[in-house]
């Protein structure tokens, strides 16, 4: 361990690779992801303050050595700051040529604003005084002075920053200026006064100022927001964080300095601009913190044309090394430009999506990586919620601010985060999150929040970061909105808004509105998202088909891309109104001719729902499952019932005319017997009761009834010139004897029609796998079935022994929080228990008859993991709803890009 080297330069970049596997994965694990990209880009020749980095190995060695720097550690430090002072010529606490540093920290995920960073170490009274002699700008000086003393109080020391805020805004006060910069000279020196009455503790030394700030920085790790940060954003507690000690460049020297933050692309809509924040005469946190109004990076190119361009190239030569987009923050002093940082940066959905597909057309990297570089989960956004155009035009806008997050987000307004989460949790209200601005110790709210307005902030503030980063939809910036705190209200262009009065904002045009608009999901015609999935599709070997019980849902399915229809329920389409009684006329019938003229009367309105779906998936293979609920769910529950039939008998106890008792006899008379049905059908576990293929041996004129109008709406189809592939799918099939029989008799019945109509069909009969012993015998019911689709919801059940409804109401979310269960198995397919069902039964399948074909349908077919868990059992296609089609379209094509390695 006492050879472990704990320091790197940045011009020591070899050396870290040499000490770790050479990995730039290690080589970031080590240095921070700070630390790796100064070292990076001071090797690439791009001007970088000179400095060093403290590891990562030093910073988990200080903590678990109770806060003692390890052996050599500080020895190490000193030697790498006398290198840098040759480097700049400077000498670190020397008044007649001061050096000064700043000290960041660096983890190897960027955590934007949670770690802490201190500027300008390094001054005291008399280093004050000699870079006065030095540079002549007192006002300068004293800035930088009150500012170190500001960051060393709140982070070093531990004071709350309003403290210091409040001398500033007296200071201000009493100047009658608005900003910092208009302070004079006698002011900043009166407040640095002050700060040195606050922050009593600070060290004039500054070799200890450096010293207590690195350690800050270290013990920030386990700081607080640092964990809640972590546990939000899945990063591990046990990386530890690097410290980076960097000459300090002014972007506050005047009006030739300048500082500010840059994305190389459009982070909100992925267009090839460079495009950020920036200050004139200022230093970096003034950007991020969104203390005053910032510039466009548009108008740098005008004010600073050769720096811009500088910068510009810069910008796309690391493009370029990374091959991702960067998020850099760069300072001017004097006209000289130094980059301070680069990394890949955050970006929307949208903007992923867009960059990805350009940068392939670029011959930046190739189709596969584009594929690989969206998340499923990402194209979720494009079927998002926006507000609708009408909806839009009667609302009362009341401000634009910034479009920082896009999607749409309605809920009523909390000014702080915890009452947003309180509200949010248990109140199970919709909230928007409305802030001046938001700091780490808000992202509780923000999370639990459906969006967040502040009236300050850029578009790389701490609010815009966090929301991109969460899918939140946000709009920053809005100057017009003035918050008062006190009141608990705010007002916009004379219009006062209260907590708890509804907002609507959009986050992707930055509009905010009073009250709740409508939202509409907009149609996928993102030229770039079709493309990226274009290619997706040529990498992806699972098919995907959608649930749709209507043809516009068809419609819509194959628009998305759908390869056609894994689930119809027909079951659907007799709950309509006009419908029901027929239902429940076949339900209550008395004798076989009674039932049989009930569904005659349904034969032709079922007829019609498969017409227009054969229609809308022309080509494509349909799957129709018959009739699946126990048939008590089409008649009137049974309290409600009893309720009527006694409000009846009293109304006829009290009928005065001959008409009146004869209407209300036989209401009664029909009720008793619907009564005396329900009753008959009342199961004790419906669930596990006469529903599914057990429905079709009990009642098989009413499953003929189905099959008769599929073939007959297929054949009808077909006569017009559509291609139809119909495919029967019987549900909950346990015992492959309840399959052969239904099947012979649908299928006898599917000749007869195509007989009868001299038009032959492809068609297919299959089943549904959803209870534990299909699957264990699926060898035998493969015999009688030419498709299997895994009912993966009833499967979960099944397997499980529990019923959705009553776990995600009662013991479910216990086990997740107590790590019983990992994932919900109704969201996340549970690969040891029912994927391994799953499996065994397709392998089954398959050995019996090779062409069978096997699928999912059911909520796990939109599951990206779960679509990679029925890639590799070698399914041929997952099912989902029309929504989900193009995410598993994604995720399809990532699942066997993984597997190919
Ligand atoms: P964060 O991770 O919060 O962005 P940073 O360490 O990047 O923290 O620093 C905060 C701000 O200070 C940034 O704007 C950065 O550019 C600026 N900064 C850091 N070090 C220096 C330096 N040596 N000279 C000038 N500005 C600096
Ligand atoms: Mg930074
Ligand atoms: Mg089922």
Not at 689 to 709: E, K
Not at 756 to 771: H, N, P, Q
């Amino acid at each position: 361990m006492s050879n472990t080297k704990w320091v790197y330069r940045f011009d020591e970049l070899d050396a870290a690779e040499a000490y770790v596997d050479d990995s730039w994965e290690s080589v970031r694990s080590l240095l921070g992801g700070k630390g790796a990209n100064l070292a990076d880009m001071t090797r690439l020749g791009i001007p970088v303050p000179p400095g060093f980095t403290v590891t990562t190995e030093a910073c988990l060695a200080y903590l678990a050595a109770d806060e003692q720097f390890p052996e050599g550690a500080w020895k190490e430090i000193e030697a790498a700051l006398a290198a840098v002072e040759s480097a700049t010529g400077k000498r670190f606490g020397d008044a007649a040529n001061p050096l000064l540093v700043s000290c960041r920290s660096g983890a190897k995920f960027s955590m934007p604003g949670m770690m802490d960073t201190v500027l300008n170490i390094g001054l005291n009274d008399e280093v004050a005084e000699g870079m006065v002699a030095l540079t002549g700008d007192e006002h300068f000086v004293y800035d930088s002075y009150r500012r170190l003393i500001q960051m060393f109080g709140s982070v070093v020391l531990g004071l709350r920053d309003e403290l210091f805020e409040h001398v500033l805004e007296r200071a201000r006060l009493r100047r009658g200026v608005e900003s910092d910069t208009d302070l004079t000279v006698d002011d900043l020196r009166g407040v640095v006064e002050e700060f040195r009455g606050i922050a009593v503790r600070f060290p004039t030394e500054p070799i200890e100022q450096l010293r207590l700030a690195t350690e800050a920085v270290f013990k920030s790790w386990n700081g607080k927001r640092a964990i809640d940060y972590r546990n939000a954003a899945g990063i591990a507690h046990d990386l530890g964080t690097a410290v980076n000690i960097q000459t300090m460049v002014f972007g506050n020297m005047g009006d030739d300095s300048a500082t500010g933050v840059a994305m190389s692309r459009n982070a909100t809509t992925g267009e090839n601009e460079i495009e950020g924040d920036f200050l004139v005469n200022a230093q970096g946190e003034d950007v991020v913190a969104g203390i005053r109004p910032t510039k466009r990076m548009a108008d740098m190119a005008a004010e600073m044309p050769e720096l811009y361009e500088q910068f510009a190239g810069i910008a796309r030569s690391l493009e370029a090394h990374h091959r991702n987009m960067q998020d850099m923050e760069f300072t001017v002093e004097r006209n000289k430009l130094w980059l301070l940082q680069t990394r890949d940066g955050k970006r929307t959905a949208q903007a992923a999506v867009r960059i990805a597909v350009e940068m392939a057309e670029e011959g930046l990297i190739d189709r596969t990586e584009a594929v690989m570089r969206v998340q499923p989960d990402q194209v979720d956004f494009f079927l998002h919620p926006q507000f609708s155009p009408e909806a839009k035009k009667a609302a009362r806008l009341l401000a634009t601010g910034l479009n920082v997050s896009p999607g749409a987000a309605v809920g009523v307004v909390a000014f702080d985060a915890d009452l947003a989460e309180e509200w949010a949790k248990e109140q199970n209200r919709e909230v928007i999150m409305v802030r001046p601005e938001t700091k780490p110790d808000d992202v509780h709210g923000m999370l639990a929040a459906k969006g967040i307005l502040t009236s300050r902030g850029g578009r790389t503030s701490h609010a815009a970061l966090v929301a991109r980063q969460f899918g939140k939809p946000a709009v920053v910036g809005v100057s017009e909105l003035q918050i008062d705190l006190q009141k608990r209200a705010m007002t916009v262009n004379e219009i006062e808004v209260e907590e708890g009065d509804w907002i609507s904002i959009d986050g992707t045009t930055g509009e905010v509105y009073l009250g709740q608009l409508d939202s509409i999901v907009p149609d996928i015609d993102d030229p770039w998202l079709t493309k990226l999935l274009e290619w997706a599709d040529e990498l992806r070997r699972l098919d995907v088909r959608a649930n749709a019980d209507y043809p516009e849902d068809a419609e819509r399915a194959r628009a998305y891309g759908a390869q056609g229809i894994g689930l119809t329920r027909t079951e659907h389409m007799f709950f309509e109104s006009e419908r029901l009684p027929i239902v429940q006329k076949m339900i209550m019938a008395e004798s076989p001719a009674e039932r049989r003229e009930a569904l005659e009367a349904l034969l032709p309105l079922q007829r019609s729902d498969f017409d227009g779906l054969f229609r809308a998936m022309d080509g494509l293979p349909v799957i129709i499952r018959l009739i699946d609920p126990p048939l008590h769910e089409f008649l009137p529950e049974q309290q409600a019932l009893t309720r009527l039939l006694a409000d009846h008998k009293i109304r006829l106890s009290h009928a005065g005319t001959i008409d009146e008792i004869d209407e209300l006899l036989a209401k009664v008379e029909e009720e008793e017997h619907m009564l005396a049905r329900v009753e008959a059908l009342h199961e004790a576990n419906p669930m596990l009761g006469t529903r599914g293929v057990r429905l079709g041996i009990m009642l098989p004129d009413l499953t003929r009834m189905q099959v008769r109008a599929i073939f007959e709406a297929a054949c009808a189809v077909a006569r017009d010139g559509v291609d139809v592939h119909p495919e029967v799918m019987i549900p909950l099939t346990s015992h492959v004897n309840e399959l052969s029989r239904q099947r012979a008799a649908l299928e006898s019945e599917a000749k007869a029609v195509m007989e009868a109509e001299g038009i032959e069909v492809s068609y297919l009969f299959g089943t549904m796998i959803e209870i534990p012993r299909a699957a264990l015998t699926a060898d035998e019911i493969a015999e009688y079935a030419a498709f299997f689709s895994f009912g993966t919801n009833d499967l979960t059940q099944t397997t499980f022994g529990i019923s959705r409804d009553d776990a995600e109401a009662g013991f479910l979310l216990a086990y997740l929080e107590e790590g019983i269960l990992d994932d919900n198995p109704f969201a996340t397919l549970d690969r040891n228990g029912v994927g391994k069902l799953m499996g065994q039964a397709a392998e089954a399948g398959r050995r019996v008859r090779p062409d069978i074909e096997i699928g999912i349908c059911g909520e796990h077919g939109g599951d990206p993991r779960s679509i990679a868990l029925c890639h590799e059992l070698g399914l041929d296609y997952v099912s989902c709803s029309p929504f989900r089609v193009p995410i598993a379209r994604l995720a399809a094509a990532h699942a066997a890009v993984t597997e190919e390695g």
